[in-house]
């Protein structure tokens, strides 16, 4: 899969999606949604653009956003309320 990091240009100047951008958004949409229990810090292995949805309560939705941390790869999930 692609990466981004914080130098990887999104937007063009028009604002308009780079190509880097439309190729990595493809490429997460093509992954299938992680459903569980709980969250999946510390509890779940997956690489960055994977979403995870915690089925106790539809609306927290988790996205990971580094393969691993500290070699870890259960963290490097953010937490994303869904109103």
Known sequence: MRKLDRNTQVVDQAG???QALQIFGEEVSK???ILGT???V???EARTGRTYIDTTDDTKVYFKMADSVGGDK???WKYA???
């Open 31 to 33: 992954l299938p949604t």
């Open 42 to 44: 510390g509890a779940v």
């Open 74 to 76: 259960t963290l490097g």
């Open 16 to 18: 308009r999606p780079t």
């Open 38 to 40: 709980g969250s999946p």
């Open 81 to 83: 309320a869904l109103l």
